[in-house]
C-alpha cells in the first residue's frame, strides 16, 4: 500500500506553527509548500490514512488505482503558470508523460469525435464534421483564449483589500466582456444554431461538473483551454504529486500528519489560532489557519457554532446549490497495456447532443441511461514500465531465483534429504505466499507451488518463472454518470 505522509503522534508535533493547512488535497499541498517556500514552517492534517486527497493511490488485492487525476493539460509548457506552480511545489520533481495527440474521444450516440491536440488541429478536426461552420469554430477558440488571458485581472478583486476589493468585484461588469457573465449555452448559440456542433464543443462539461445551460462560460473556457494543446499524466502515477511535494513542506522545518482529523478550529477575539484534534482533544496552534477540507464541513463542522451564527456564514449557503454526485467503478484486468490495446485516451459517452436535455431527464427519472459515461486508463500514460513492479516484488523474485538456481537440490552437510525436503517445502510455501499475499490478504494459511494462483515455480527450480505461469494485473478505474473509468496497470511479475 503506497501512503505518504507521517501518521500524527503528539511527541511528533510542534506546539506551534506558522500555519496549520486543514486537509491534504492538491489545494492543502499546495498552499502548504508555497509558504514553505517562503520559509514557513506548515503543519497539514490529514483525518485520512494516507495524505494527497484525489491524488492518492489505493491497492485491493494486487490491483492499484488512482482516485481522482484523471489528466493535466498544459503541464508540457515550462512557461505555463501551472507547469511553473508544480515545478516549484516539487522543486522540479514531479515529471509528466504526454498523452495521445487524440486525447479525448467523444461518442454521442452512434456518432463518434476526436478532440486532438493543437488549436489548429483541434479546429481542422471540428470542422471535418461541420465543415459549414467554420466561422463559429474559429470565433469559438478565440473565445476561450480571450477569457483566460483575462483570468488574473477578472479575479484581482481577490488579492485587494477587503473593501477595494468588494469595490472591484461589483466593477466587473463594467470591466469585462458580456460573455464573461453569461452561461456556456448562452454564448454558444450567439455563435452558431447548430445544437449538434454545440453539443460536441461542451462534450468536457464532465471536467467542471455541470451541463451547458447551467455552467458559466467563463468555467467552461478555462478548462477547455487548458485541454486544447493535449493531457499530460504524472510519471509514476498520482501519488507522485503527494511524494514529490511533501519533501518540500518538511525541508522548510513543517509536517504533513495523517490520522489526524481535526475536530474544531478554535477561534478567539474573532480570530483563529489553533486547532483541536478529535482524537484525545490535542490542541495545536499557529498564527495562520487554512482550511482546505471544503467549504460545508468548515462552516458546518470546523467552525464553532457562534462564530458561524454571528457571520451569518450558513445563510450564504442558501444560495449554493449541491452539484451532482457520481458513481465510480474501478475495475482490475490482467494483461498489460501493450497486449490490451489501451490508449492514452479519455472516452466519452453521452446519449445525445442535448447535454442539457439528458440531464434533466435522468434527474426525473433515475432509471433511464446515464446522460454521461466517462472511461480513462491512467496505467499507459504514467511511462513507468517495469518501475510499477513494486521494488520489494522484483527484489525478492531476484533473490529467489540466484539462491534457487545456486542451491536447488542441495543438502547442507549433516541434513538428511529427508529434513531438506521439508525445509525446502516449507520455504517454497513461505515464499508463495509472499509472492502472493498481495493477490489475497485474505487468506488465513500460506500457499503451496501447487495452490498458488499465481502459479509460482517450485523453490528448486532454476530461473524466474516460466512464461505459462507470467501473470501481471492491471488495474482500471471506472466513473459513469459525472465521473470516470480511468486504467492502470499495477505491476507485471516476470
Not at 165 to 179: E, K
Amino acid at each position: 500500500m503506497k501512503r505518504t505522509g507521517t501518521r500524527f503522534r503528539k511527541n511528533k508535533a510542534l506546539p506551534h506553527y506558522d500555519c496549520i493547512v486543514i486537509g491534504s488535497g492538491i489545494g492543502g499541498l499546495c498552499t502548504a509548500a508555497l509558504l514553505a517556500k517562503a520559509r514557513q514552517k506548515v503543519c497539514v492534517l490529514e483525518q485520512h490514512y494516507t495524505a494527497g486527497g484525489y491524488t492518492h493511490v489505493y491497492q485491493r488485492e494486487g490491483y492499484e488505482w488512482d482516485v481522482g487525476v484523471h489528466y493535466i493539460g498544459e503541464v508540457h509548457k515550462p512557461w505555463s503558470v501551472i507547469r511553473r506552480v508544480f515545478d516549484a511545489i516539487s522543486d522540479g520533481q514531479l515529471q509528466w508523460a504526454p498523452m495521445d495527440a487524440h486525447y479525448d474521444h467523444i461518442v454521442i450516440g452512434e456518432q463518434p469525435f476526436r478532440y486532438l491536440a493543437g488549436r489548429e488541429e483541434f479546429k481542422a478536426e471540428i470542422k471535418r464534421h461541420f465543415p459549414e461552420e467554420g466561422a463559429a469554430i474559429d470565433r469559438y477558440v478565440e473565445l476561450i483564449s480571450e477569457v483566460s488571458q483575462k483570468i488574473p485581472r477578472f479575479f484581482a478583486g481577490q488579492a485587494l483589500p477587503r473593501t477595494l476589493g468588494v469595490l472591484y468585484n461589483r466593477l466587473r461588469r463594467r470591466l469585462f466582456p458580456a460573455y464573461f457573465f453569461q452561461s456556456t449555452r448562452q454564448v454558444l448559440e450567439g455563435l452558431t444554431e447548430n445544437q449538434q456542433l454545440i453539443g460536441v464543443l461542451t462534450a468536457q462539461w464532465g471536467d467542471y461538473g455541470l451541463p451547458p445551460a447551467q455552467a458559466a462560460f467563463m468555467m467552461h473556457a478555462m478548462v477547455a483551454k487548458h485541454y486544447i494543446t493535449g493531457g499530460n499524466y504524472p510519471v509514476g502515477g498520482s501519488v507522485r504529486i503527494a511524494e514529490t511535494i511533501i519533501p518540500v513542506i518538511e525541508a522548510a522545518g513543517g509536517q504533513v500528519f495523517t490520522y489526524a482529523g481535526v475536530e474544531q478550529v478554535l477561534v478567539e477575539d474573532n480570530r483563529a489560532y489553533g486547532v483541536r484534534l478529535a482524537k484525545d482533544g490535542h490542541e495545536i496552534t499557529a498564527d495562520k489557519i487554512v482550511s482546505s477540507a471544503g467549504l460545508l464541513p468548515t462552516y458546518q463542522r470546523l467552525l464553532p457554532a457562534e462564530v458561524v451564527a454571528r457571520h451569518g456564514l450558513l445563510d450564504r449557503l442558501e444560495r449554493v446549490a449541491p452539484s451532482a454526485s457520481h458513481v465510480c467503478l474501478y475495475a482490475g484486468f490482467r494483461g498489460d497495456a501493450a497486449s490490451l490495446g489501451l490508449p492514452k485516451t479519455n472516452y466519452w459517452l453521452y446519449p445525445e447532443f442535448d447535454h442539457d436535455l439528458s440531464v434533466k431527464r435522468f434527474m426525473e427519472s433515475p432509471g433511464l441511461d446515464f446522460p454521461m459515461i466517462y472511461i480513462s486508463f491512467p496505467r499507459p500514460r504514467t511511462r513507468t514500465g517495469r518501475a510499477a513492479i513494486p521494488a520489494r516484488r522484483r527484489w525478492r523474485s531476484s533473490r529467489r531465483a540466484s539462491r534457487s538456481g545456486s542451491s536447488a537440490g542441495r543438502a547442507a552437510p549433516g541434513t538428511s534429504a529427508a529434513t531438506t525436503t521439508r525445509a525446502s517445502r516449507r520455504r517454497s510455501a513461505r515464499c508463495c505466499w509472499r509472492r502472493c499475499t498481495g493477490i489475497s490478504r485474505s487468506c488465513a494459511a500460506p500457499w503451496t507451488t501447487a495452490s498458488c494462483p499465481r502459479r509460482c515455480p517450485p523453490s528448486g527450480s532454476s530461473g524466474t518463472r516460466s512464461a505459462r505461469s507470467t501473470a501481471s494485473n492491471t488495474r482500471c478505474s471506472a466513473s459513469s454518470s459525472t465521473g470516470s473509468i480511468r486504467r492502470r496497470r499495477s505491476g507485471t511479475s516476470t
